[in-house]
């Protein structure tokens, strides 16, 4: 992040959520993203719900505990067809996902997450293939055990390099356009309708 975008970062005039949702969800409200997960407190769930109510983007809450809340925010449409390519559909049948709808494969993603952070069990990688990583990067991340990684930014890269930096310097660039539009006076709401 430049000098100039961190001092309009700081000058954002939205509350803390919404600065939340403009920092770790840019690429999602610009559309070149599928889905994003948001951390908040769990007192800001509502606070969340309105803002995306009616947009293009729907909310699933993944986990809630000791006032933290892990929210799922996906564009249906985009995350559905994302699944259904065969890559996607062939490691999701290796985590037991046998051609299931999107909204029971979220069900179960949930289910699997919260009993992850129960200590249940273990980490449910399908939700790596939910944030739209390539399968390649989620399979790499898994037999190598988060080690020996090509390069680590928005998840750790396991393949296809040059591609998925030219993915991540799109997400900087979506991160700057949407602090660059929020801090001209533009709601979430004006950046989801200009997607």
Known sequence: ????????????????????VVLQCAPLLTGIKLSNLLNVRSDQKEEVLRIFEGSPVCCRVLYE???????LLYRP????????????KKLMTSFGYENPDLE???????????????????????IGLVLGYPPVDVEGFI???????????YWK???????????????????????????????????????
């Open 1 to 20: 992040m430049s000098e100039e975008i961190f001092g309009a970062v700081q000058k954002l005039p939205v509350n803390g959520t919404k600065k939340q």
């Open 104 to 126: 029971e494969t979220l069900n179960r993603i949930a289910d699997a997450y919260q009993d992850h952070m129960n200590g249940k069990r273990g980490f449910p990688h399908e």
């Open 65 to 71: 505990f000791q006032g933290r809340l892990s929210i």
């Open 143 to 153: 037999e190598k055990e988060g080690r020996d990684f090509l390069y680590s930014g």
């Open 157 to 195: 890269v396991y393949g296809n390099l040059e591609d998925t930096l030219k993915t991540f310097e799109a997400y900087d660039q979506a991160r700057d356009y949407v602090i660059g539009m929020t801090g001209n006076g533009n709601e979430i709401r004006d950046i989801l309708a200009a997607s």
């Open 77 to 88: 449409g985009m995350l559905a067809a994302y699944l259904e390519r065969e890559d996607v």
